[in-house]
């Protein structure tokens, strides 16, 4: 890692429906993100917290991101911290439109106006071997108690459709399915609810950080996976703890819309990065 020894190393603290995020602005200095460091800042007691860390690098033709959940794994999509991110950068350069390359490809994203941010996610991955499960079958019903449907959104997915989201021990419950054989890569779990028409409530745990208060790229499977079962149409509200996001399945991708907030600017100290050496 490269820093200003005296000044110590700058980042944001962002957060989508209090699904939060520490953003690293590596396009000016570089910086040498390693899964100790992710860890370290991802620790809510002796680091900052964060449910996922975003890391902005200069790419050939678009702004890149790359993403690390908190204990230290990479994650390839992370659809709120994208939102954020562009969001922060469109207001930076007077942009309404704006262009992000991930690992998931490059993706699209939009100021909606009145604090909303929308990007498109991409088209969701529906054949087994692309979301990655590890053997041939349906994907929208697999073959584990509860028969839940497998979207991949640059990241693998399994959304459970059941009567009460609220009643479902989701710590022990999400603990148990991200590690599924069927899923080696494991899995973000989702419990969803229909409570109206083209309305779900959904619940969700993250492979690598446990519950969140929301996940834009599970929010994507849950309606992906909603549609396909003929529970929903392709444009639909999902209500997660956090609040409130509007998910629309058009031709060109899954596209994503929400408030994003900017929380605070800060700088890890210099004692801090050393301890991690």
Not at 13 to 32: C, P, S, T
Not at 215 to 233: E, F, I
Not at 251 to 256: P, S, T
Request: with cysteine; aromatic share 6%.
């Amino acid at each position: 890692m490269r820093n200003d020894d005296h000044t110590g190393l700058p980042f944001m603290k962002m957060h989508g429906l209090g699904n939060d995020f520490v953003v690293l602005d590596a396009r000016a200095q570089e910086i040498d993100v390693t899964p100790e460091l992710a860890r370290a800042l991802g620790d809510r007691h002796r680091g900052v917290g964060f449910d996922q860390l975003a890391v902005m690098t200069n790419g050939a033709d678009a702004l890149h991101l790359t993403f690390f959940n908190a204990d230290g794994s990479g994650a390839a999509a992370c659809g709120n911290a994208t939102r954020c991110v562009a969001h922060h950068v469109m207001r930076e350069t007077g942009q309404d439109r704006l262009r992000l390359i991930t690992e998931r490809g490059p993706l699209e994203a939009q100021d909606m106006g009145d604090g909303l941010t929308s990007v498109n996610m991409g088209h969701p991955q529906l054949e087994w071997a692309d979301v990655p499960l590890a053997r041939a079958m349906d994907t929208l019903s697999l073959p584990m108690d509860g028969a839940p449907v497998a979207t991949g959104m640059g990241n693998p997915h399994c959304t459970f459709f059941v009567e009460d989201a609220e009643l479902i021990d989701l710590a022990t419950f999400g603990a148990a399915h991200e590690h599924h054989p069927l899923y080696p890569e494991r899995t973000n779990v989702q419990v969803a609810q229909l409570v109206g028409p083209d309305h779900i409530r959904m619940r969700v745990w993250e492979r690598g950080v446990g519950i969140t208060l929301a996940s834009g790229s599970s929010s994507c499977a849950t309606a992906v996976a909603a549609a396909r079962r003929g529970l929903t149409g392709r444009s639909v509200r999902v209500d997660l703890d956090g609040g409130t996001l509007h998910i629309d399945w058009r031709d060109d991708g899954v596209w994503m819309t929400g408030p994003t907030t900017h929380v605070f600017s800060g700088v890890l100290t210099p004692e801090f990065l050393a301890s991690l050496s």
